[in-house]
């Protein structure tokens, strides 16, 4: 497993973390299998939210974590906050009582990261830095970061903050790709020039935020996933064959595609099956050639100009 300094921290984090959306209903021996086989391949980043199983996974992670006697400090884990039924909230107010009740439910003092879930176009800049001030000065919250948002609306937000932006959680797979789709088609009259993600990836690079990719093996918005779909049959040959001769199987080169980016991004898995975790893990260290990289691009049906 490879690890790196996520954002301009000097949390040395694993290059996929296991996001953890779908531990809620799962019994507390399947969630301490989930976790023991995670560490056992590397993986110490662990990402949660309030609205991930209606809190409930962070119940099962946080038993599962107790009961496995992990040191608490050997592993980084994340949560987000601001999705509420029928809106966003950054106000000061819920982003304190979210992180209250999350600790509470993780059975944790602190959390490594605090991530705004999703943005809230009703957000006050100053009053989200009162919030991260408050959480920061009583040690409960040592770093921060956004999800989904484009680099103006970190920029708005950092007008005001006190703190550095580490992370920007962004859906990116080999399926879904408008992050550089746009920078192949500048100034075209093509649908992949239209600039859905307007310069995530370029801001990112240029600001030291780390990119964390979540949703790595599907096709658009939860929509299916691609791995052994008929309906991406090239696409499937191809990572498989890639796989035979780097010795892994194809979810572990659909991971590699994206870690191979130099933007140094995150990977975010959140497969509930101990020997998937296992078999994606051994793409961290992998780095795909140039050809191989843009060959994979092509075969999920994207086209160069």
């Excluded at 009583?138 to 580490?166: D, H, W």
């Excluded at 075209?188 to 790595?216: C, F």
Aim: proline content about 3%; overall charge negative.
């Amino acid at each position: 497993m490879k690890y790196f300094k996520l954002g301009k921290s000097n949390l040395e984090v694993s290059n996929i973390g296991l996001g953890c959306m779908r531990m809620a209903g799962k019994s507390l021996d399947e969630a301490k299998e989930i976790v023991k086989m995670s560490i056992d391949s590397g993986i110490n980043f662990f990402d949660h939210a309030d609205i991930y199983g209606k809190g409930e996974s962070e119940v099962i992670f946080g038993q599962a974590v107790k009961s496995l006697d992990i040191d608490r400090d050997s592993i980084i884990v994340q949560s987000k906050c601001g999705i509420r039924d029928g809106m966003f909230d950054f106000s000061k107010e819920h982003i304190i009582s979210s992180v209250h009740e999350s600790l509470k439910r993780l059975q944790m003092d602190y959390l490594d990261v605090l991530v705004l879930h999703r943005p809230d176009t009703l957000f006050d800049p100053l009053e989200v830095n009162e919030a991260f001030k408050q959480l920061h000065s009583e040690g409960i919250v040592r770093n921060f970061g956004v999800s989904n948002q484009n680099p103006y609306q970190i920029e708005l937000l950092k007008t005001e903050l006190e703190f550095p932006i580490l992370t920007n959680q962004v859906q990116f797979s080999i399926r879904h790709t408008p992050m550089i789709d746009a920078g192949f088609n500048v100034n075209m009259k093509t649908d992949a020039a239209v600039g859905y993600a307007m310069g995530i990836l370029e801001h990112a690079r240029m600001n030291g935020i780390t990119l964390q990719a979540w949703s790595p093996f599907y096709s658009g918005h939860f929509e299916e996933i691609f791995l052994d779909n008929p309906k991406f049959e090239a696409l499937n040959e191809l990572l498989t064959n890639i796989g035979v001769k780097y010795g892994v199987a194809k979810d572990a080169i659909a991971v590699s595609w994206i870690l191979t980016h130099p933007a140094q991004m995150q990977v975010l898995i959140g497969s509930m099956t101990p020997r998937r975790i296992e078999s994606i893990a051994k793409g961290s260290g992998i780095v795909l050639t140039r050809s191989e990289w843009y060959e994979i691009y092509r075969a999920a049906g994207n086209i160069l100009p």
